[in-house]
């Protein structure tokens, strides 16, 4: 009894695992597998059912075996060679075993590592997709494209940005747990893991649910953290798989009816025959509807679809050798086998986008047994209707794919293309593969003449030779222009718009025209059109979507079109300004590198543009000139400071020392971040030589003016030193006269020449503090002119002070007391012949203006943490109010005529800023003077080689 239930129980078992396309494995609960069908010994080999499942399927948790449960769906991935497999499995409590069911996701595989390998795809990818694409941000939707508002059911982007993903989904999934909670787990996984995939229930908003595959990528855009999400209608893919699961549980539920059949021998024979013929049709329509939906999936155009999907349909039919199968569309055939017509047809309509475009035919070459719904049974008339529904989805979803890429490509050619004429050249073709182009033109207005201009136009009747500037006032031209909306129109409504008085009639009547306006901001500034002067059905309101997005993407090229011809022109004018300027200038990026030069700069460094541009300093320049201009560019970009007219030492390539005036200002981007820098370096080389030389012609004649008190104070000790130098010359030829009458020579005259003698060392003595004294003068005039010193160093100031006061003494001993309060003050990085030089105008100053006798000059020193401070005083007459302002400019003096050179003041104010300081000045007539000089103790150490900063 038990033998043929058996034997029936194989068939099915047999038949559903021989005919499965897709990998199954019967495996034991001791994990040996028991029976792989043929899909499965095509990956595995043909050794395999006497492996264990865990060497076939390497990292598969055994605690599967003893958890699953027979209700309960367990998915394990693998891969194998260059093929993924993702295997669901069921238990079978009837049979203790477990079954894996396959399926191939290697293109879902491969589709995930080269959206995320390729972004250079991306943007295709986005426009083309047929799934739905969508960026998700903190606040909600960002963007998508324009599967998502098809797939959604929203008439814009604007529209789905404005729904909260909760609108997009049931209150609740099949697990049971509410949408959006379930939402925000998936989120999260793929904010941790970089991506996420799962499976859900989503919902239009019509209020219809479908099943979808959901990939969420994490990404960065814009320095924010968003979600990519690529949401995919697998609704047909979920009803094969509920199909193949009703497949599973039929065997399995034909097993329990096999048992229960024991007790009538003829009833369970009459069941599993009928159970075995059902189960084998039902599987060949399942095996035929995964290959055609394998086909769609996986064939890149419609000519690949149609004729692959064409060759396994025979094999679905009740008798698949008489069988012939027949895909007529867009006007060509694909067949299964040598093709016959007969009488024994089934047919169905290829439906796309609600319009028959082809049909789907079945023959069957010779009479088939008459049966009660004739020789098609009624599954095949619904396999039939199920194939045409999924090549009209397929041919749906390609020509979207096709209309997209042309889209794309016409954008692209908006935005890539050097002019309005090659971009039409290529908008026009690829137009052409979307919409009727044999009568297409652009028609640009100008507002001064009210006149059109046609930058291409393409007509079978009328001739473009006259097309230059017409008056086209009336025209449907006109009319899209001035309506602002775009058009289209059949020659019955043109008539009837011509009889209002809104158009007239010009050229050769159109059957059809269709129109868009141009449109550039608030300015309307022409008209796209194509016209059928044949097909009054050429054109859709489709059509007029499509042309109108083409013109809004020609008005865009137009625009940037005029912007860079007005950018151009002021390049030009920008290009020729800095290249006439002298001086060097510069632009950097915030990364340090060059973006504008001037032929001045390339002069300088002996390089053309080309070898400087998109090269930074280090690349330009040697690397010690390069470390200082880095140190510098990056103290202006980080703390967003200017440096103004810095001057400093430039060794040019022939070796020749050159000096410069340097600045550099830092740029800022529309949000006032710092974006890089400008520079400017001019060559004043002749000036510093020239100041140089003005500032030693002043002390020159500083000198002058000292000459005198010098001679005077040099010429008391060498008065007295002379005359010294003659008395000792006379008691020296009294010694010698003693020595030689030394026999003939008193008392009295030993007491004489010891009296000599005592004057003579006098003499001596006097003489050595008179020369000491002229050494020290002659020692403060060198300190005081420093002429060995002409660089800089760590100096003291106080020192500097005194030697000043020893040099000009004779100016001030006559006119004032001098009274020092030098502070305890740290050394000074600085030229100190120059300050040496503004201490002496200052003091030679202070004395002129002492007119009474006895005044007193004041000096003091002292220093803070930033600075150190002179402070020079006189209680002498005062400067007016009104000559305080002059007193640094060149040439302004109060002096009498031969007294002084009016430069003093103005070279004391140069040195000072030179050395980054300031002078202030506090005066009140009859009261005195203050001149109170600040020196920066920071910023001022140069040890460093002083070059230009570029």
């Not at 060949?284 to 995964?290: A, F, I, N, Q, S």
């Not at 698949?320 to 017509?341: C, D, L, M, N, W």
């Not at 803070?864 to 007459?877: F, P, R, T």
Request: glycine fraction near 6%.
């Amino acid at each position: 009894m038990n033998i043929p239930q058996i034997d029936n129980k194989l068939q099915i078992e047999a038949a559903f695992m021989q005919n499965n396309p897709a990998p199954v494995m019967q495996v034991s609960l001791d994990g040996y597998v028991k029976v792989l069908n043929p899909a499965a010994l095509e990956i595995f080999g043909k050794e395999a059912p006497k492996e264990s499942i865990f060497i076939l399927l390497p990292g598969l948790d055994k605690s599967i075996f003893r958890d699953i449960g027979s209700e309960k769906l367990t998915q394990y991935q693998i891969t194998v060679g260059n093929r993924s497999f993702l295997f669901t499995i069921r238990k079978d409590e009837k049979t203790d075993s477990l079954y894996f069911f396959g399926a191939d996701i290697t293109e879902y595989k491969q589709a995930d590592k080269k959206l995320q390998a390729s972004e250079n795809k991306l943007r295709t990818l986005y426009e083309s997709s047929s799934d739905a694409i969508m960026l998700l941000g903190e606040k909600g939707f960002i963007n998508c494209n324009a599967a998502t508002l098809k797939i959604f059911g929203c008439a814009s982007s604007e529209e789905f940005c404005s729904k909260h993903p909760a609108d997009l989904s049931p209150p609740t999934q099949p697990c049971g747990t509410d949408s959006i909670t379930l939402a925000m787990e998936q989120i999260a996984i793929a904010d941790k893991n970089g991506s996420n995939r799962f499976e859900g229930v989503h919902k239009r908003l019509d209020g219809n649910s479908f099943s979808a595959e959901v990939l969420l990528t994490a990404i960065c855009l814009d320095e924010k953290n968003v979600i990519l999400a690529t949401v995919r209608d697998i609704t047909e893919r979920k009803r094969a798989e509920e199909n193949q699961k009703n497949l599973t549980e039929l065997l399995i539920n034909s097993n329990d009816k096999l048992e229960d059949a024991l007790i009538n021998r003829e009833l369970a024979e009459e069941v599993l025959s009928e159970k075995s013929i059902e189960l084998e049709d039902r599987v060949k329509e399942l095996t035929c509807m995964y290959k055609i939906a394998d086909v769609v999936e996986r064939c890149e155009c419609l000519e690949q679809i149609f004729h692959n999907v064409v060759k396994p349909i025979p094999s679905a039919w009740k008798y698949p050798e008489i069988t012939r199968a027949k895909i007529h569309i867009y006007g060509q055939e694909y067949v299964s086998k040598a093709f016959e017509k007969t009488e024994w047809k089934l047919t169905s309509d290829i439906i796309v986008s609600g319009e028959v475009k082809g049909c789907l035919e079945v023959y069957y070459l010779k009479k088939c047994p008459n049966q009660y719904e004739g020789p098609f049974t009624q599954d095949e008339c619904n396999l039939i209707n199920n194939i045409t529904q999924a090549l009209g989805k397929a041919v749906e979803r390609e020509k979207i794919k096709e209309t997209n890429l042309i889209l794309f490509k016409i954008s692209e050619a908006a935005f890539s293309t050097k002019n309005l004429e090659e971009m039409l050249k290529i908008i026009y073709p690829n137009l052409g593969l979307l919409i009727n182009t044999s009568n297409f033109y652009v028609a640009l207005y100008d507002n001064k003449t009210e006149l059109y201009s046609f930058p291409f136009h393409v007509d079978e009747y009328d001739s473009d030779t006259d097309l230059k500037s017409l008056d086209l006032r009336k025209s449907l031209t006109d009319y899209v222009r001035r309506t602002a909306s775009p058009l289209l129109i059949n020659k019955k409504d043109y008539q009837r718009l011509a009889d209002s008085g809104e158009v007239g009639i010009l050229g050769t009547p159109a059957e059809v025209w269709l129109g868009a306006p141009l449109t550039l901001g608030d300015n309307i500034i022409g008209t796209v059109a194509v016209q059928s002067y044949s097909d009054p059905n050429a054109y859709t309101r489709n059509d007029l979507d499509i042309l109108t997005f083409v013109s809004e993407h020609i008005a865009i090229a137009i625009e940037r079109k005029r912007a860079e011809d007005i950018l151009s022109q002021t390049i030009s004018r920008y290009t020729a300004m800095i290249n006439t300027v002298p001086a060097l200038m510069y632009i950097k990026d915030i990364d340090h590198k060059y973006i504008e030069v001037n032929e001045a700069f390339c002069r300088l460094v002996n390089k053309s543009k080309d070898e400087i541009i998109g090269k930074n300093c280090f690349e330009v320049h040697s690397e010690e000139l390069a470390k200082k201009y880095y140190a510098d560019d990056n103290s202006v970009m980080e703390n967003d400071t200017e440096i103004i007219n810095q001057e400093e030492k430039y060794i040019e390539n022939i070796g020749e020392i050159r000096w410069i005036s340097s600045s550099k200002i830092p740029l800022h981007d529309s949000n006032g971040k710092v974006s890089g820098l400008v520079g400017l370096a001019q060559d004043i080389t002749e000036q510093y030589i020239g100041r140089q030389q003005l500032i030693q012609s002043d002390k020159l004649a500083g000198i002058g003016q000292l000459a005198a008190g010098v001679a005077h104070e040099i010429n008391n000790p060498v008065g007295y030193i002379n005359s010294n130098l003659n008395t000792m010359g006379k008691y020296l030829k009294k010694v010698n006269e003693f020595i030689e009458g030394q026999d003939k020579s008193t008392s009295e005259d030993l007491e004489n020449i010891k009296e000599m003698l005592k004057d003579f060392t006098d003499a001596i003595n006097e003489s050595m503090e008179g020369t000491n004294r002229v050494k020290q003068l002659v020692s403060d005039l060198k300190s005081f002119s420093r002429v060995d010193r002409a660089e800089k160093e760590h100096t003291d100031i106080n020192e500097g002070i005194n030697t000043t006061l020893n040099v000009v003494r004779n100016e001030i001993k006559y006119k004032a007391e001098v009274k020092k309060e030098l502070g305890e003050i740290p050394e000074l990085y600085c030229m100190p012949n120059q300050l040496n030089q503004v201490f002496m105008n200052l003091l030679v100053n202070s004395a002129h203006a002492i007119e009474k006798e006895n005044g007193l000059i004041t000096i003091k020193t002292w220093a803070d943490d930033g600075n150190i401070y002179i402070s020079i005083a006189d209680d002498g007459v005062g400067i007016p109010e009104k000559n305080i302002k002059k007193l640094f400019e060149p040439f302004f003096t109060t002096k009498d005529v031969g007294k002084g050179t009016g430069l003093g003041l103005s070279l004391s104010y140069d040195i000072i800023k030179k050395h980054k300081g300031f002078i202030n000045v506090r005066s009140e007539v009859g009261v005195g003077t203050e001149f109170t000089i600040t020196l920066p103790l920071e910023g001022i150490d140069e040890r460093k080689t002083e070059s230009v900063t570029c």
